[in-house]
């Protein structure tokens, strides 16, 4: 009966210590940026420091990515033509969805996905404007470019999307 519950107990801890490696591999493919960005009235700085962003107002930290995302980069660009920038972040989260799920999901997925978050920054206010959930694609690179968001996946394959009414839209 020990030996039943010693094995057991070894492959829980092999099967995890896989399960691990996977994620890791997956997260680390992409490395982090280390970035600093300044508004052009040098008010407000966003700082990556590997997977962590946080946006400082004349020096002071005021809004921090949460802990459980990890960044893979951001941009800050007038996404939604309203000649103010937004704070976009290229991130990496456990499930598909979060709190707000599609009535039809029951439970959100556990795996990490790639999502983009677009913010506001109004004085010294970070408020969500945008949030997607899964991408459904393995976003490498992204620039923002002539009004549009160009996304470049892990197979060469370029995207662009573009802010139409509310959120972003593939082209």
Not at 56 to 77: H, M, R, T, Y
Request: proline share 2%.
């Amino acid at each position: 009966m020990k030996l039943k519950k010693i094995i057991l107990i070894i492959t829980a801890i092999m099967i995890t210590a896989a399960a691990a490696a996977v994620i890791f591999n997956r997260l680390s493919v992409l490395p982090p940026v280390d970035k600093t960005v300044v508004s052009s009235d040098g008010r407000i700085c966003i700082t990556e420091n590997g997977r962590r962003i946080s946006v400082s107002e004349n020096g002071e930290v005021i809004w921090e990515l949460e802990k459980n995302v990890l960044a893979q980069d951001f941009l800050f660009a007038d996404v939604d033509h309203d000649g103010k920038d937004e704070l976009m972040i290229l991130c990496w989260k456990r499930g598909r969805y979060g709190k707000r799920r599609p009535s039809w999901v029951k439970t959100d997925e556990i795996g990490w996905s790639q999502h983009i978050y677009i913010y506001e920054i109004d004085g010294n206010v970070v408020r969500p404007k945008w949030m997607a959930s899964d991408i459904g694609m393995k976003a490498a690179s992204w620039e923002f470019d002539d009004g549009k968001l160009i996304i470049t996946d892990t197979d060469d394959v370029t995207t662009e999307w573009v802010w139409i009414s509310w959120g972003l839209e593939k082209l």
